[in-house]
């Protein structure tokens, strides 16, 4: 059974950064897009960052553009986000979600659907 598994959430202060990791079972992640995610109480999923297959082209939301990196770990199939300086407002859960349809080119953007999601993760930012 495919499995994604999210881990390194929790309670942070603002201005702290975390660094958030989604695990696959079974399958290569290089092999598929990966995004991450995140939903607040009252507002609606947001794409947050999400790296090409086989590549290194990336996209992040204007939320967290210049605060975030994602990246690839292959030999922990693994893929990582990053976020630095947290805000109180990047407050949510954060799912990563993983599909095996090949970029093929042009602006990168996350897709609108993944076949494939973890659970979640809650990050909570406060002091």
């Known amino acids: 059974q495919v499995q994604l598994v999210e881990s390194g959430g929790g309670l942070v202060q603002p201005g702290d950064s975390l660094r958030l990791s989604c695990t696959a079972s079974i399958f290569n992640m290089d092999y598929y897009q990966v995004g991450w995610f995140r939903r607040a109480p009252g507002k609606s999923r947001e794409g947050v960052s999400c790296?090409?297959?086989?590549?290194?082209?990336?996209y992040y939301a204007d939320s967290v553009k210049g605060r975030a990196t994602i990246s690839r770990d292959s030999a922990n199939n693994t893929v990582y986000l990053q976020i630095r300086s947290l805000k109180p407002e990047d407050s949510a859960r954060y799912y990563c979600g993983a599909h095996p349809a090949p970029f093929v080119g042009g602006d990168y953007h996350c897709l609108p659907f993944y076949d494939y999601w973890g659970e979640g993760i809650q990050v909570t930012v406060s002091s």
């Open positions: 790296i090409a297959d086989r590549h290194t082209i990336t």
